[in-house]
């Protein structure tokens, strides 16, 4: 990371170690998407908020991240640049059956028309890759904004009876997370050593986040139904 970190951007970088270690000894403590073999026909639903990349980002990723590694392994599960997103805001996870109703999309609809025209845009600064064990994932630390929205949000869709049913590692510092690849079989030594020499070299630049998209969807988003987006001040 090229910039001074802020103390918010430390606590956020302890919990993205904490994330880490638990991912490297797979004793997750918190919600993950369970594999699947047919990545674009999921039938599972989520009701989430993302923010999708604009297309400088979406290039960098992919000249400097998803063309060597599919290069190394082609089958694994590459995210399409339409559905490469940045998620905001979790509010129900992927499940079949979807654990909502029209009428918690109703209610969902109206706290973020509520919460999130109130809030500003913020900056993401992504600096490593993070692997779980069945996927990847592009992190970054975020400016304080991105906890605030949360907090705002939460307490909003408690009082609206829609509350998130993600599990959480920490509940008061969030970061940005990009899924990048889903992995359709173990990962092999060299992929894996590929995946850590692209992370210790990649470069972004800041991020800005400008915008939210409320969105039922499929974890890879080739089933999705956009229910509304709002701008950040």
């Not at 991912?23 to 699947?36: C, E, K, R």
């Not at 400008?210 to 701008?231: E, H, P, R, T, Y």
């Amino acid at each position: 990371m090229d910039h001074c970190l802020t103390k918010h951007q430390k606590a956020q970088i302890e919990v993205i170690n904490k994330i880490e270690q638990q991912a490297n000894s797979n004793t997750m403590q918190f919600s993950t998407v369970s594999p699947v073999d047919d990545y674009e026909n999921d039938l599972r639903i989520a009701l989430t908020s993302v923010s999708f990349p604009n297309q400088t980002l979406l290039h960098s990723i992919q000249k400097q991240i998803l063309d060597p590694l599919r290069i190394i392994s082609p089958n694994h599960y590459y995210y399409k640049p339409r559905s490469l997103h940045i998620t905001i805001k979790n509010i129900r996870l992927i499940n079949d059956p979807p654990t909502f109703t029209i009428d918690d999309i109703d209610k969902a609809k109206n706290v973020f028309e509520k919460v999130i025209p109130t809030h500003h845009k913020f900056k993401s600064y992504f600096y490593k890759l993070l692997i779980f064990p069945a996927s990847l994932a592009l992190i970054g630390t975020t400016d304080p904004e991105l906890d605030f929205i949360h907090s705002d949000l939460d307490k909003e869709l408690q009082k609206a009876r829609v509350p998130d049913n993600k599990q959480y590692v920490n509940t008061h510092y969030f970061f940005s997370n990009m899924t990048l690849v889903r992995f359709t079989s173990e990962i092999t030594k060299e992929y894996r050593e590929k995946i850590n020499k692209i992370s210790q070299n990649m470069l972004f630049k800041p991020y800005e986040v400008d915008s939210v998209v409320l969105l039922s969807c499929n974890a890879v988003l080739s089933k999705q139904k956009i229910i509304s987006s709002w701008k950040l001040r």
